[in-house]
């Protein structure tokens, strides 16, 4: 049984929600900290493969680094960025085709 409150309501996607506002207001801590604190070694123009992999599973995730980094980190805001829509793309094509595949396998059964 899911979890749901008093009327009825899935209070999952209440949940969802509060998770992403924290993870933007935690990316955006972290990148004016970066902006009062510059790295001093390092190539800010190079990202890293791993904002890449979570923004391909968790898009939204992905636009939110991509918009917060813009500036301040433009490597890590590329690949987050093209992660996200990548994994849009894949997370909305794939679905789709294998729900019509299904559809039309049980039609013509």
């Known amino acids: 049984m ?25 990316a955006g801590l972290i990148s004016r900290y970066n ?7 390092g190539d800010k123009t190079r990202g890293s493969i791993g904002y890449g992999f979570l923004s391909f599973f968790v898009p939204i995730v992905g636009l939110i680094l991509f918009l917060v980094w813009r500036e ?15 994994g849009l793309i894949f997370w909305s094509v794939v679905p789709t085709v294998l729900y019509l595949l299904v559809f ?4 013509h059964a």
């Open 2 to 26: 899911a979890a749901t409150g008093e009327t009825g309501i899935s209070i999952l996607p209440i949940i969802v929600f509060a998770l992403i506002i924290v993870i933007a207001v935690i």
């Open 35 to 41: 902006k009062n604190h510059p790295r001093i070694e």
């Open 104 to 107: 039309n396998a049980i039609l």
């Open 72 to 86: 301040t980190e433009p490597g890590n805001s590329k690949v987050s960025g093209i992660g996200a829509l990548i």
